[in-house]
């Protein structure tokens, strides 16, 4: 099963807060992760669920015909996982691949490349960009070893995955590479070529954030993220 752990969208990418704010930074987040939800729909070869309290996220799973796994506690990644890696064992699913919503550019054929490289038993782990982060981790079976994500998380999970004797895939893959948390993150998306709705208000973003007058940025009424 494919996881997307999204925590509260109102408070969505805090790192950007000198330069965006809230209500566009919940704006950003919330295409971001129709990207992503997206290229998960487009792969169609595994089902797909939402670990979430937020509302818009929920909307969403309902939208693409994913499953939702109630995040009630809201306190981070890692434990959203958690309680979805739970979820999956007592439903006998055998694999899962966890997914953040922040990584605009992915597409199906990215997921390909992952179910395609995993071992029958082991894993698969995508590094972020500055090969600290894990952006991207495949577990066979779904509970193989405990995630721990942050900003240096790549190499613990490496080390975890180790330490199972399991076979362990380092999968870099450009796309699933980047992910957006930092003014300089917008400004790299804004910059790839491509049409996806994440990188068309980026490039908006990035072209009033070079304005003398706008720090913060101000949300504009929009429907990039909306239905």
């Not at 960009?129 to 779904?142: E, H, K, S, W």
Request: proline share 7%; charged share 25%.
């Amino acid at each position: 099963m494919i996881l997307v752990p999204v925590k509260n969208l109102g408070r969505a990418k805090q790192r950007m807060a000198s330069v965006l704010d809230q209500p566009t930074r919940t704006e950003l987040a919330k295409t971001m992760l129709l990207d992503v939800l997206q290229a998960i729909a487009a792969y169609k070869r595994e089902k797909a669920a939402i670990v979430t309290s937020d509302i818009f996220a929920m909307e969403q799973a309902e939208y693409f015909g994913f499953d939702v796994i109630a995040d009630q506690s809201n306190l981070s990644e890692t434990d959203a996982i958690e309680v979805a890696t739970e979820v999956c064992k007592s439903r006998g699913v055998e694999s899962t691949l966890v997914i953040p919503g922040d990584i605009p550019l992915i597409e199906a054929e990215d997921l390909a490349a992952i179910y395609e490289h995993a071992p029958e038993l082991g894993c698969v782990v995508v590094p972020s960009a500055d090969n600290r982060g894990t952006n991207a981790v495949l577990r066979t079976p779904a509970a193989l070893f405990p995630l721990r994500f942050g900003n240096d998380s790549f190499w613990p999970h490496l080390s975890a995955a180790i330490a199972t004797g399991k076979p362990c895939v380092v999968l870099p893959l450009s796309r699933i590479a980047l992910d957006i948390d930092t003014p300089e993150d917008l400004r790299e998306l804004a910059n790839v070529p491509g049409e996806k709705p994440a990188q068309q208000l980026a490039r908006k973003l990035v072209e009033k954030m070079k304005s003398p007058d706008a720090n913060p940025v101000l949300s504009e009424t929009s429907t990039a993220a909306e239905r």
